[in-house]
């Protein structure tokens, strides 16, 4: 199989981490993941693993590991691969293949999602939840901003805390009527 990032390196399996085969890319080290040894390998290491993951974690510069932009052909079936992004903290998008249910993942995308404590669940990322969630989290981000521009740094992290205190408020419909009709 060739790498589908590169086009003409040749796949050459390989280890993620002890009893994880996958198939690696000497060139971009990219690596293709089968979801099935995956899951195999994410169920014994969740039980196996006495160490601290979180020790072992180098700090990782997120946006040095660059991400394929362009669209990939399964190297298995040739299909285009579908991209999922992993985080609102990165740019990063894992690739998958839902035909033969394989994953590539660029160069650095393994210590990424470990970095971001994400590595044993990795089919979740594939998910609509997860998606979701992300927009929704990135819309948060775009609507603060938004406001940062209108009223300044300052006041923006008032009237943040000012709409955790509203949305927790037994009353908050109350206290939105009350704050959206202006005395003329």
């Not at 690696?24 to 993951?53: H, K, M, P």
């Not at 979701?132 to 981000?141: C, D, H, I, P």
């Not at 000012?162 to 202006?182: C, G, Q, T």
């Amino acid at each position: 199989m060739q790498c589908p990032k590169c086009k003409s390196k040749v796949l050459k399996p390989t280890k993620l981490e002890q009893g994880f085969p996958v198939l690696g890319c000497d060139q971009c080290n990219g690596i293709l993941v089968s979801l099935l040894y995956y899951r195999d390998w994410a169920e014994r290491d969740l039980f196996d693993s006495d160490t601290d993951t979180k020790a072992k974690k180098a700090e990782l510069d997120k946006e040095s590991i660059k991400d394929t932009t362009s669209a990939l052909s399964c190297p298995k079936c040739q299909k285009i691969m579908l991209k999922y992004k992993i985080s609102g903290c990165t740019h990063n998008r894992l690739d998958l293949c839902s035909t033969c249910d394989e994953a590539w993942l660029d160069g650095g995308e393994w210590e990424l999602l470990e970095s971001l404590d994400v590595q044993h669940q990795m089919p979740k990322v594939f998910t609509e939840a997860w998606q979701s969630r992300l927009r929704k989290e990135q819309a948060e981000v775009n609507r603060e901003n938004r406001l940062k521009k209108v009223i300044g740094d300052t006041d923006t992290q008032s009237v943040v805390d000012f709409k955790k205190w509203l949305d927790s408020h037994p009353k908050r419909a109350e206290i939105v009527f009350y704050l959206a009709h202006k005395d003329k």
